[in-house]
């Protein structure tokens, strides 16, 4: 069973940094792609970066330059670097692992919430 545990969100001001990190449980760490989700009050969840087994990355157009998803596959931890904080990325940040093993998550479907099967608490990013 996979379980994870964001943290490393906060209240930050325009311009700063922040980097989120995802403790992963389990065994099958080094197996599974992972995505980064946010959801603000009255939006819908969508997808921020997505990191494969492999390390293939992807983001969300718009927050691509800005924002770097990376693995540590010795810590079992996925890390979202944020950099340049705008209002507009205040929200619930999400980390979620992919249902299935070794599977590769394209450029039409990583950010696709139905793919990820465990999902954290979420932690919370403020930009004022």
């Known amino acids: 069973h996979v379980q994870l545990v964001e943290s490393g969100g906060g209240s930050v001001q325009a311009g700063d940094s922040l980097t989120l990190s995802c403790a992963v449980s389990?065994?099958?760490?080094?197996?599974?792609?992972f995505g980064w989700f946010r959801q603000s009050p009255g939006n819908e969840r969508d997808g921020v970066a997505s990191?494969?087994?492999?390390?293939?990355?992807r983001y969300l157009d718009s927050l691509k330059g800005r924002f770097t998803i990376s693995r540590d596959n010795s810590k079992n931890t996925v890390y979202l670097q944020m950099n340049s904080l705008r209002p507009e990325d205040s929200a619930m940040y999400y980390c979620?692992?992919?249902?299935?093993?070794?599977?590769?998550?394209?450029?039409?479907?990583?950010?696709?919430?139905?793919?990820?099967?465990?999902w954290g608490q979420g932690t919370q990013v403020t930009v004022s």
């Open positions: 979620a692992a992919d249902s299935l093993r070794y599977r590769s998550l394209g450029a039409v479907n990583w950010d696709f919430a139905g793919n990820y099967g465990y």
């Open positions: 389990g065994d099958t760490f080094s197996t599974l792609a």
């Open positions: 990191i494969g087994s492999d390390g293939m990355t």
